[in-house]
């Protein structure tokens, strides 16, 4: 079975930091690209940040630039995200998905989702 598996949201104050987990079973990540969405209630879900396959090109939305980092580990089939200084406004519902192409289709995997509110 395919599975996504997001790990380490919880409450933190403003100006505080998690690092969310996004770990895979059942497929090799590394072949994957990866990216981080999140919803907030009342809100479409939106995309946070975007990893290439080997690591090598990554990508974030102009409101977590420089307050998070996505990375890797491929032997460790888990990717991250690193998110510092963390406001109200970042509080939702975290969730990863993975994507590749593949002969005649698409793969597309998601996970269950790790909420994350900031409050104080």
């Known amino acids: 079975q395919l599975q996504l598996v997001e790990s380490g949201g919880g409450l933190v104050q403003p100006g505080g930091s998690l690092r969310l987990s996004c770990a895979a079973s059942?497929?090799?990540?590394?072949?994957?690209?990866v990216a981080w969405f999140r919803q907030a209630p009342g809100k479409e879900r939106e995309g946070v940040s975007c990893?290439?396959?080997?690591?090598?090109?990554?990508n974030y939305a102009d409101s977590v630039k420089g307050r998070f980092t996505i990375s890797r580990d491929n032997a460790k089939n888990t990717v991250y995200l690193q998110m510092n200084s963390l406001k109200p406004e970042d509080t939702a519902v975290y969730y990863c998905?993975?994507?590749?192409?593949?002969?005649?289709?698409?793969?597309?995997?998601w996970g269950q989702g790790t909420l994350v509110t900031v409050s104080s």
């Open positions: 059942g497929f090799t990540l590394g072949y994957y690209a």
């Open positions: 990893i290439s396959s080997s690591g090598s090109s990554t």
């Open positions: 998905n993975a994507e590749r192409a593949a002969p005649g289709r698409y793969l597309v995997i």
